[in-house]
């Protein structure tokens, strides 16, 4: 099926993982958002561009606070290591700001936890 697409993939991943969801307040814990974070400059560092860094692409698997996964590479851009301009640089920094800045709003989001007696 990719054999004909003008920009055929460098690489397709497939993992059944069970209890993997899209990060949401009910799972947030920042923990998982630092994984996250994690993620995403460990993916950096192979010089790829995720470009669609949205809670949706970051799942979380709900039976351990351990493990985070990046979906969704379908814009995803790859970077020659002996290229590597200027401006993808900065995108690839913007890119990362952008995945803190969401972990950031998840915060603001969360509803105080009070004790209740």
Known sequence: MLVDDEYPPSAIFLEYITGL???????????????????????????????DPKPKNMMVVTDTAERVVWMDFDRAETYNGHQVTSEQEE???????????????????????????
Do not use: F, N
């Open 91 to 117: 995108l690839l920094r913007v890119e990362e700001e952008i995945v803190v800045d969401i972990g950031e709003c998840l915060v603001r989001t969360l509803p105080l936890k009070t004790d209740i007696v």
């Open 21 to 51: 969801e899209m990060i949401t307040l009910e799972d947030y814990t920042q923990q998982r958002m630092d994984k996250i974070v994690s993620g995403i400059q460990q993916i950096h560092k192979a010089l790829v561009r995720h470009r």
